[in-house]
């Protein structure tokens, strides 16, 4: 009984442990759309996208031009930003005095070119990175097995997402960012180039979504759908976090990964749609979402 | 009544059709068009963004599918019927709870809602997962005409195309359609005149998911097929590109971007770009927002105003 107990327990911290992986990836892509949101009040439909196509820079780069790793897992981020940068100036900002239902769309046929495109030339089925071999192995903690790599995972994105949340709430250039949330024309009076604000905040969101495509692809397998489905899934969490703080859109991201997690655990049927479920429930309840502020 | 010329035209147009061009291919484009139509009522007229009709679509297809295989003797108009209801029923309960928030966080609800009843057609035993449901038999139109000839398909598909554009038509034109218009373009001040904007809302959700729900039944029949192709978020997708390059808030609008689409992709689907297809797709996208945001048939207004 007592060993059938150890089992089940080995069973839950390893659930429990995929749950905190998912959780960190929805908080990174959750994060990168409340910042664009915050200021440009569009949601960016290729954010999945980029994510997949920092993946698939990950994996191009270390076959075809030996890039290890670690190189990728800076220099990425950086590619995947500048082509955000290029797609909110050349086709984002030319229709920015639009309704915002417009960027939704654009962004959305972007993420389809995108995922097209590397459809074509990949497939659909996925393909295998290698986990670094500094992150290889793992620790036997006494009630489960921590793999290095999934732990490095966590970190790297507690600490991204931490030092985020602080250079917006606490610098100075995270004042900009908020005054500019509040009061775009009056932050331009000031004599702040405002246009360039949103550009470099744009990159900076897509280029945390690199991050994250970088840090999945030793973990899940490459594919060109990877981006859609989990930008879905993240919708749901941004509507149950409300996008009014960062805060929340990093404790909703990770929060939903733990109850995804469980649910794998206790009643793995639901585990696809438990956080759609969460989302409904937090419309009933509370509809501007948990952290939200607009009604 | 101007345009009953054009009308009679048209009609004459439809009648005459399948004897020179595929039937197939035209029940496709009339189910796509019923669709795009049913989605334009919500988005064009009332100003609502739904990123998951496909839900409606699937829903109605699968259900109608279901039935008129498991059921001996079912006709096909039990059916269609019995679809429609469940996609009703389904929209009611969506439409509820994405009311509740509007502009983009509506789309992300809509999305998401759809994805939950994607993993639920996706694992219920009777859908029959990845494969979906495959040989749905068309049956007998009221136990009298079989509708296994295409031809005769055809005409039945017309007719409940014809009746759902009529529907459409009338309630765009009432005093119900009036009021919807007024939420779309400027809300406060609707709730302050005294309309429970909610309801409103509520109804043409629910409007637009059942004859979503009538196109998918029709589909099913047509194509004998009900799959997760039809509630997948692509199909969502889809459906809003149909009715932004037609011309949303327009009445013959998603007609034409749903004639086109659909062309596009048959035609794209024998070619060497058939790889390519989402990729072309994306750049419509892409150049309607930038560039035609009235849609082809904002854009053929736009033109005759100016040189006529």
Known sequence: MANLFDINLFGLFGQLLIGLINGSFYALLALGLAIIFGLLKIINFSQGALYMLGAFAAWMGMNYLGISYWWSLLLVPIGVAVIGILLERFLVRPISGEDHLYSLLLTFGIALVLQGLFTHWYGSSGMAYPIPDELKGGTRLPFMYLPNYRAWIIVCSLVVCTATWYMIEKTKLGAYLRAGTENPQLMQAFGINVPLIVTLTFGFGVGLAGLAGVLAAPVYSVSPEMGSSILIVVFAIVVIGGMGSIGGAIITGLGMGIVEGLTKYFYPEASNTVIFLVMVLVLLIKPAGLFGKEA | ?308
Request: proline letters at 3%; charged letters at 10%.
């Open chain 2, 1 to 308: 009544m101007k345009n009953m010329k054009l009308n009679l035209i048209l009609l004459g147009l439809a009648l005459v059709a399948p004897l020179v061009l595929y039937p197939v291919f035209l029940m496709k484009v009339l189910c796509f068009a019923l669709f795009a139509c049913a989605f334009n009522l919500l988005l064009g007229f009332a100003g609502l963004l739904s990123f998951g009709h496909a839900v409606f679509l699937g829903s109605g297809a699968y259900v109608t599918g279901y039935l008129m295989l498991s059921v001996e003797g079912l006709t096909p108009e039990v059916g269609i019927l019995a679809g429609v209801a469940v996609s009703a029923v389904i929209g009611f309960v969506y439409g509820k709870l994405a009311i509740k928030r509007e502009g983009i966080y509506f789309a992300m609800v809509t999305l998401a809602l759809a994805q939950l009843a994607f993993f639920f057609f996706l694992q219920a035993p009777f859908t029959g997962g990845e494969d979906g449901i495959q040989g749905i038999p068309r049956g007998h139109l009221f136990g009298l005409i079989d509708l296994s000839d295409n031809i005769t398909m055809y005409y039945f598909v017309l007719a409940i195309f014809i009746g759902g554009f009529a529907l459409i038509y009338r309630t765009i034109h009432s005093p119900f359609g009036q009021v919807m218009k007024a939420i779309r373009e400027n809300e406060p001040r609707a709730i302050s005149l005294g309309y429970k904007v909610n309801q409103y809302k509520l109804m043409t959700f629910v409007l637009s998911a059942t004859l979503a729900g009538l196109a998918g039944s029709t589909k099913a029949l047509v194509f004998q097929l009900a799959s997760l192709t039809d509630v997948h978020w692509f199909m969502s997708g889809e459906v809003v590109l149909m009715t932004l390059l037609g011309g949303m808030g327009t009445i013959w609008g998603p007609v034409l971007g749903a004639g086109t689409i659909v062309t596009l992709q048959n035609t794209l689907a024998a070619g060497p770009l058939g790889s390519y297809i989402h990729v072309i797709m994306g750049i419509v996208f892409i150049v309607c927002v930038l560039a035609f945001r009235n849609g082809l048939v904002g854009e053929i207004q736009k033109l005759v105003k100016r040189n006529f």
